[in-house]
């Protein structure tokens, strides 16, 4: 078996599976309300509707992804299905890849199953968002769905039932969307001025969802709102090798958790 067998078999098990026509459908109705944002004009560049948005879409999408990706794995310990696989000759890099791509599919198709319909009730009724802005927001949710994606393989590979994957998924969600402003300012209240720049810089390439939506926000040419404190962060992603570095950046997040997913699992399968 190699990686793509167990992808094809991760986006069919996917989309039979009834959280995943859930998590559509919930999906839909918040890229609907998108409209409803913009519903006096178009909306172009970032401005407070914008911003609405994508604070919007990044209370959802991070919560849907760790769920779904963590109790996939943890399916797999509980069914036994793990058990049949390790059998074959099976690499567990393979395995973890494999699931990877395939929940990666699974859940891009939810989200442009979303905003393929915001699109078209957007054209028809005149109260569309301008393709651009739409493109920059399908952007923004899959960097959400890769990034948290690879914490779920780590939350699924750590847990051994589904309790433990949803209370580690929540916890994991809250601290980095809900949480984050809160932790940040008291973290860098306890800095000397001299650090709190570095310190920053450092906590944010530690909280994908906070790391996506600057990238985003710059884009949007919202960088001015976000304070004398993130100038480089405007200064290099606003350069035409921004995005590069950034995809870069992205890569690593997801090679690191990966890495560490198998690790953790091979050392499991290894001690049977």
Sequence with gaps: MNVLTIALREVKVGFRNPWAYSFMALFSLFSLSLLLIN????????????????????????????????FSLTAEKEEGSWQLLSTYPLATFAFIAGKYTG??????????????????????????????????????????????????????????????????????WFFAVIGWPTLLIAVLGQLPYVWIKSALVALTFLNPAELVRLFVVVKLG??????????????????????LVFMGLCLVWIAVCAGLANWIWERGRSRG
């Design 103 to 172: 929940l990666t599919v699974v859940m891009l198709t939810i989200v442009a199953f979303g905003y393929g319909l915001t699109g078209i009730v957007g054209a028809l009724t005149g109260r569309g968002l301008q393709p651009a802005t739409l493109g920059l927001f399908f952007a923004f949710s899959t960097g959400l769905v890769l990034l948290f994606l690879a914490i779920a393989l780590v939350l699924g590979t750590f847990a051994k039932n589904r309790w433990q994957a949803l209370t580690a998924g929540v916890a994991v």
């Design 222 to 243: 919202g960088g001015a709102a976000l304070g004398p404190e993130y100038y480089e962060w405007v200064r290099w992603i606003g350069r035409p090798e921004g995005t």
């Design 39 to 70: 519903a006096q004009s178009f909306v172009e560049g970032y401005s407070s509707s914008t911003s609405s948005m994508l604070n919007l879409i990044l209370y959802l999408l991070p919560l849907m992804t760790l769920l779904l990706g963590s």
